[in-house]
């Protein structure tokens, strides 16, 4: 299965840009990207997904190497609300004949007033 | 709109107590699955499902047991809990469009403690 690499944690000032970065070298042509976020004592949330072109709603946007191999989140700006783990994930393709969302460990992101 | 039920919210079990955590979906969703995420880590799949009477494991399934007779319940059962099972339990549920389930509901989770 693809797998993905993300920090352990970052850091952000309020109501600067963040990029998330998150590495997935083996993905696979038919695996979509996608994150979710998981605030303190809660369940993750969605945030967004894609699968080769850049992604914008209006939580965030999400910007994909052309070759696939790395993506990065971005929060344009980060609010105090914005501190949370940060999870990227492949969604295993479905010619594999499965349907698991895998999540790693994350990227815990720490906002500073 | 209720979402993602998950029931009861805090759980204590002796060692080798059973008990079934309880998930509900009212979006008519045909894939659920259950994570268990321990403290200060990432979520791993326990089991999954695409549909009433289908089932599959995931990362970590052994010690507990899922079914799925109706689109809308998904219960986990712990047949001998164990203090290694002590952990937060989170639900979830998806649509399942032409390319797979798409993003995931979350229920606002189960606090089981094993003794």
């Known amino acids: 299965d693809a797998k993905t690499t993300q920090p352990n944690s970052m850091e952000s000032n309020e109501e600067e840009p963040v990029h998330l970065p998150c590495n997935h070298s083996?993905?696979?042509?038919?695996?979509?990207i996608h994150w979710y976020r998981q605030l303190p004592s809660q369940g993750p949330e969605y945030v967004i997904h894609g699968l080769t072109s850049n992604v914008n709603n209006r939580m965030a946007s999400l910007a994909i190497a052309e070759d696939r191999k790395s993506s990065t989140l971005i929060l344009h700006r980060a609010t105090l609300r914005d501190a949370a783990v940060y999870y990227c994930?492949?969604?295993?393709?479905?010619?594999?004949?499965?349907?698991?969302?895998?999540f790693g460990t994350g990227t815990r992101l720490k906002v500073l007033a | 709109n209720a979402g993602v039920t998950q029931t009861p919210k805090f759980q204590v079990l002796k060692t080798g107590q059973s008990m079934t955590l309880q998930c509900a979906q009212d979006?008519?969703?045909?894939?659920m699955s259950w994570y268990r995420q321990d403290p200060g880590m990432g979520l791993r799949l326990i089991h999954y499902s695409v549909g009433a009477g289908i089932t599959d494991q995931g990362e970590v399934p052994n010690g507990y047991n899922v079914s799925r007779s109706t689109t809308e319940d998904f219960p986990l059962r712990l047949l001998s809990a164990a203090p290694s099972q002590t952990s937060v339990y989170f639900c979830a549920s998806s649509i399942i469009g032409w390319a797979g389930p798409e993003k995931l509901f979350f229920g606002s989770g189960t606090q089981l403690s094993v003794l």
């Open positions: 979006m008519n969703h045909e894939y």
């Open positions: 083996t993905i696979s042509g038919t695996d979509y």
């Open positions: 994930i492949l969604r295993d393709a479905v010619t594999s004949g499965t349907y698991k969302y895998i």
